[in-house]
């Protein structure tokens, strides 16, 4: 089994662009498809995301996804900053049929 | 348009039973896994298990192993989540998925159900 780690929480400013980690522990990034999730306060979680870098209808290009071999870490970058891009973030992989969650970044957008 | 329809908030006593659905629509229910997560009250997201509804084949995170119950009703095109004696720690909210295909298509979420045990 592998871990994938985030960052706790990020901060910056609107407009500008924020990038969040997802390093996995063990195995390559590669082997599994990475999803990231976003979470707004009080609502479900909805995917920003797909395998690494696939956005799914209705989520705007300022959203996008990259895996890194060398760092084996999975990113999620959202340019152009928005006050509605406040959220919790979650990286999702697979372990065998097994699904592993990140423990999700706080992203704040002051 | 894909749906998945949870039901609403539940309120339980310890050792009662419960079985929560999740309605699916807009798609092929028995060609794609249908995960179940746990969020407890300020915490994260936490995989209990998947199933496939075209033959119920399912797989467990070790943590729920033998705590929950997953099945479907392919007739209603409905998965369940499902537990023999509720517990005040199963106080959380819970959300279905389903999963992407690994060939274009992306995952979709219910909009949760929350249940609260508490004698």
């Known amino acids: 089994n592998f871990m994938l780690t985030q960052p706790h929480s990020v901060s910056e400013s609107p407009g500008k662009t924020v990038t969040i980690s997802c390093t996995r522990s063990s195995g390559s990034i590669a082997s599994n498809y990475v999803q990231w999730y976003q979470q707004r306060p009080g609502s479900a979680p909805t995917t920003v995301i797909y395998?690494?870098?696939?956005?799914p209808s209705g989520i705007p290009d300022r959203f996008s996804g990259s895996i890194d071999s060398s760092s084996n870490s999975a990113s999620l970058t959202i340019s152009g900053l928005k006050t509605e891009d406040e959220a919790d973030y979650y990286c999702?992989?697979?372990?065998?049929?097994?699904?592993?969650f990140g423990g999700g970044t706080k992203l704040t957008v002051l | 348009e894909v749906r998945l329809v949870q039901s609403g908030a539940e309120v339980k006593k310890p050792g009662e039973s419960l079985k929560l659905p999740c309605k699916a629509s807009g798609y092929s229910f028995t060609n794609y896994w249908i995960g179940w997560v746990r969020q407890m009250p300020g915490k994260g997201l936490e995989w209990m298990g998947i199933?496939?509804?075209?033959?119920?084949?399912?797989r467990y995170s070790p943590s729920f192993q033998g705590q929950v119950t997953m099945s479907v009703d392919k007739s209603i095109t409905t998965a369940y989540l499902g537990w023999n004696s509720l517990k005040a720690s199963d106080t959380a909210m819970y959300y279905c998925a389903r999963l992407g295909d690994g060939l274009g298509t992306p995952p979709d979420w219910g909009q949760g159900t929350t249940v609260t045990v508490s004698s």
């Open positions: 199933i496939y509804p075209g033959d119920s084949d399912t």
């Open positions: 395998e690494d870098n696939q956005r």
């Open positions: 999702q992989s697979y372990d065998d049929s097994n699904v592993v």
